[in-house]
């Protein structure tokens, strides 16, 4: 009797556009589709580790119950300029929703991996050993809004500058199919139009919290949908709306590149250009379409995985 095939579910980067990521994992467990291997860069490491440390559920119900405020208050200068996000609180969300600082990757029952990049080199670095929250913390450390990780005398970033859909690193683990998940198919050329026309209406005209720096203002008032109002188009688009938009373009290359040279097998790519980068109060509408995302592949990921 043939053994079945090991399957491997690669979860890419996107930032908030990475709450699909749940409905995806949801949904392809109810057509009986459960990985061997999981595999995550960025916000992808995350929704991946806490799927194979058993918290799925409590990080969806986080998510679905999440406010603009709630994500605004994630952000705040710290005094050294390293970062954006206050750590504190992230450590305590990390610990809540994914995973204990005890918890070994080599202890789960799942083998898992987390993309990250050394800064210095460029290079891209496998994490598939040692402490859970600290591969995920170096995957998602992206420049500019959290600091780089201190790991094995390197300093560490996003993994979604090298790798955004670590379809590789689920091969490498040994998976014999590869289910890849891509986050950033449709949002270049998208970024400026299409969530301030659908959502202007309800954009917040609060300014952030006195005695707060113009810096983390800025950051503010984007988790809060302050830069919804319509702009004027001889205008140049908005500091983080600029940064946001080379983001996109940028992971939207790396990952067209790094998918030509290594394929997956099934690719799920959910339409999510109406989330911008930072918009991880919107955790109901990213789950819903990663679960439409599946449905509209159901026949393609049967036959694949010859469910007939």
């Known amino acids: 009797m043939a053994r079945a095939p090991v399957i491997g579910l690669a979860l890419g980067s996107g930032s908030s556009r990475g ?14 589709v459960r990985p061997d291997i999981v595999c995550g860069t960025s916000i992808g490491a995350l929704v991946g580790a806490s799927f194979v440390s058993g918290r799925i559920d409590r990080l969806e119900a986080w998510t679905r119950s999440l406010t603009r405020l709630d994500t605004a208050r994630f952000f705040e200068i710290n005094t050294s300029l390293t970062g954006f996000v206050n750590t504190d609180r992230l450590h305590y969300f ?29 290079r891209e670095i496998w994490l598939t050993q040692g402490s859970l929250i600290q591969a995920v913390w170096a995957s998602i450390s992206l420049p500019g809004l959290f600091p780089a990780i ?13 790798n955004p859909v670590p379809v590789s690193l689920c091969r490498a683990l040994g998976a014999d199919i590869v289910i890849a998940v891509n986050l950033n198919g449709d949002i270049v050329g998208k970024h400026f139009d299409k969530p301030r026309k659908a959502r202007k209406k309800k954009a917040s005209k609060k300014k952030p ?97 010859d469910m007939g």
């Not at 990521?21 to 009986?32: F, K, P, R, S, V």
């Open 19 to 32: 709450w699909s990521h749940i409905g995806i994992i949801n949904a392809l467990a109810e057509l009986g």
């Open 209 to 305: 919290a006195n005695g707060v720096g113009r810096i983390t203002e800025l950051v503010r008032e984007y988790t809060s949908s302050l830069f919804f109002a319509p702009r004027d188009e001889a205008q140049p688009p908005g500091l983080l709306d600029a940064i946001a938009g080379s983001f996109n373009i940028t992971q939207d290359r790396i990952t067209r590149s790094r998918m030509a040279g290594d394929p997956p097998d099934i690719l799920l790519a959910p339409k999510l250009a109406d989330i911008r980068l930072l918009e991880f109060y919107r955790a109901a509408d990213a789950i819903r379409e990663g679960v439409k995302c599946v449905h509209r592949m159901r026949a393609e990921i049967e036959y694949v995985l």
């Open 94 to 122: 990390l610990n809540e929703n994914v995973a204990g600082d005890d918890v070994e990757i080599d202890a789960l029952e799942k083998q898992f991996g987390a993309v990250s990049t050394d800064l210095e080199t460029g």
């Open 150 to 162: 201190r790991h094995e005398g390197r300093w560490l970033v996003d993994g979604g500058l090298v």
